[in-house]
């Protein structure tokens, strides 16, 4: 498969093993609503926030949609669009090193795109799919990349969106009135949901001879392909021979003879003689298309804007969030992505509309979807995409003196900071890190998998993950507590204290402590492998 080239690239590839893990901390006044809703809004950089969500997230995610900065070079925007942020470049100065000062902008882009697209794909389901709005600017890279990360057998669509509701008579050029969301899934056989039919598609089925069997359209009764075997005359009652259509009928002479006598094909006065009646009840939901032109069903960037501003009613429209997405847009994605239980991942989030598209579609078919986003920036993250969310969740008055309050959504989320990293910079575990945090990290460490459940550290027991099951002895650093008598060392007393694996357990119960005076034969003995953290965990 071609491969795209870029400086910095070399310096990037494995970038994501070595973003360190941090701790998350949450702010309670920040957060609304029913905090136990499993909605999170992560501010802060989101190579760095993936990569603390991983040990609870991984795998688990149905849907991602991200709609990160098109790198347009546009640097008048609220949010610098062309990655010269100051963390993006604080960044990429220390990671790419002095390369970075001859990066042009594509390859600053992919540099930044890169490790997180990788890590985003560590966090879908078996049955994921990720979709990633992009423009002209970086469309042929990002799909370049995709095929790399994703595989270009999980390509599932390149999707035409629009986004202008008018063109642009001044354009030099073209008028650009579209851009494009790219979807790739984890697995090449996934499939997605259909969506409901609407009122304009069934417009053209109806029931003028009372059919029990509801409202119909005459259907094709022809062969899709040439079929010899399959021309032959029909007897119509009026005594007329009818002759086959030129690729044949579409069905043999016995069975159009059982659809004649159900009711399914019916003789008619025109020349053609026979219809077939194709009922509305039959029908399936729509595949999804990949145009998204409609702009009542999927909106447009200016009437994003307009959503924005009926919530922030007091902001000036010159100083509302520049980029936001239509609500409608997110949600198609999401019924053609999700289903009630589904969680729903966006780490470029801006304005939080795929947080408000998750609480609309929840509200209209009574799922329990779940979303978690990440904003950088501060200011946007509290001021703008938890305030939206707030404000969608507990209902907000649009301004102006006729209009009703919006009646709200429901449900609520957690707005979280990052903390400090795991381990400090002499490789030992950070004296923040509680039993619970570390118990995360060291099973997701261990297994691959997100923790079962969090724990409280009332017990070494951390959890079982197929044929392993982990345990942690560790207690926060306490002043003059020698290792072994705050527990962080697995002794022979420990060991037969150990909580025991359930009844008929075949395999290994892996030990984390700092150290272990148990011999090497009782280890065995007992199906124990002991690992030394914080050494045995670092490098996970
Ligand atoms: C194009 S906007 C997303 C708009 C969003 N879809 C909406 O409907 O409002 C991109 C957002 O990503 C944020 N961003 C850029 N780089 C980021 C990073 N490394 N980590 C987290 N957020 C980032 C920007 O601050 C900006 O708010």
């Avoid at 509801?214 to 119509?236: C, V």
């Avoid at 946007?380 to 008055?397: F, H, K, M, P, W």
């Avoid at 301004?399 to 381990?423: A, H, I, M, N, Q």
């Avoid at 700092?514 to 914080?534: H, M, N, W, Y």
């Amino acid at each position: 498969m071609p491969e795209l080239k870029w400086i910095g690239k070399d310096a990037i590839v494995n970038h994501h093993r070595e973003v360190p893990y941090r701790l998350l901390h949450c702010d309670s006044e920040l957060s609304a609503g029913n905090a136990d809703s499993g909605n999170l809004l992560v501010q802060g950089d989101n190579l760095e926030a993936l990569k603390a969500l991983l040990p609870y997230y991984a795998g688990k995610v149905k849907c991602i949609y991200i709609d990160p900065p098109y790198n347009t070079g546009n640097e008048n925007w609220v949010y610098n669009d062309n990655v010269n942020s100051g963390e993006i470049k604080q960044w990429l100065g220390k990671v790419v090193g002095k390369e970075a000062e001859d990066l042009s902008r594509h390859d600053k882009w992919l540099c930044m795109m890169y490790p997180r697209l990788r890590l985003l794909r560590e966090f879908l389901k078996e049955d994921g799919v990720i979709f990633v709005s992009i423009d002209d600017n970086e469309n042929h890279h990002l799909r370049a990349v995709m095929n790399e990360i994703f595989g270009s057998n999980c390509f599932v669509a390149d999707i035409i969106w629009r986004s202008a509701d008018s063109s642009n008579n001044d354009a030099k050029k073209v008028s650009m009135d579209h851009n494009y969301t790219i979807a790739y899934s984890k697995r090449p056989d996934w499939i997605s949901f259909a969506l409901p039919r609407s009122e304009e598609n069934n417009a053209h089925y109806s029931n003028p001879d009372d059919d029990p069997n509801g409202p119909w359209f005459a259907g094709n009764l022809s062969s899709p392909n040439p079929r010899e075997n399959l021309r032959y005359q029909i007897s119509h009652p009026d005594g007329r021979a009818l002759e086959p259509p030129a690729n044949g009928w579409r069905w043999s002479k016995q069975q159009v003879e059982e659809k004649i006598a159900s009711g399914e094909i019916v003789f008619t006065d025109t020349s053609r003689g026979i219809l077939r009646k194709t009922y509305l009840k039959d029908q399936k939901g729509l595949a999804p298309s990949s145009l998204w032109v409609d702009i009542d069903e999927t909106g447009h960037n200016r009437n994003a804007k307009y959503e924005l501003k009926n919530i922030f009613p007091e902001v000036p429209t010159s100083e509302l969030f520049p980029t936001p997405k239509p609500t409608k847009f997110v949600e198609k994605i999401l019924r053609i992505a999700t289903k009630a239980d589904d969680l729903v991942m966006d780490t470029f989030s801006g304005s939080g509309t795929t947080g408000h598209a998750v609480l609309n579609l929840n509200k209209q078919d009574g799922g329990n979807r779940q979303f978690i986003l990440v904003e950088m920036d501060e200011k946007i993250a509290s001021e703008i995409t938890g305030e939206r969310l707030r404000r969608v969740v507990n209902g907000y008055d649009k301004g102006g003196d006729s209009v009703k309050p919006v009646e709200g959504l429901g449900g609520g989320f957690r707005y979280c900071r990052l903390g400090t990293p795991l381990f400090d910079e002499f490789g030992d575990i950070d004296g923040a890190v509680s039993f619970p945090d570390l118990a995360a990290h060291v099973f997701f460490s261990e297994t691959g998998a997100p923790i079962p459940q969090r724990v409280d550290g009332s017990t070494p027991l951390v959890g079982q993950h197929g044929a392993q099951i982990v345990y942690l002895l560790y207690s926060e650093p306490e002043q003059g507590f020698a290792r072994i008598e705050a527990g962080n060392v697995l002794t022979p007393d420990m060991l037969t204290n150990l909580p025991a694996a359930p009844d008929g357990f075949v395999g290994e119960r892996v030990v984390y402590a700092e150290g272990c005076t148990v011999s090497a034969d009782r280890l065995k003995a007992e199906g124990i492998v002991f690992k030394q953290i914080p050494y045995s965990i670092q490098g996970a």
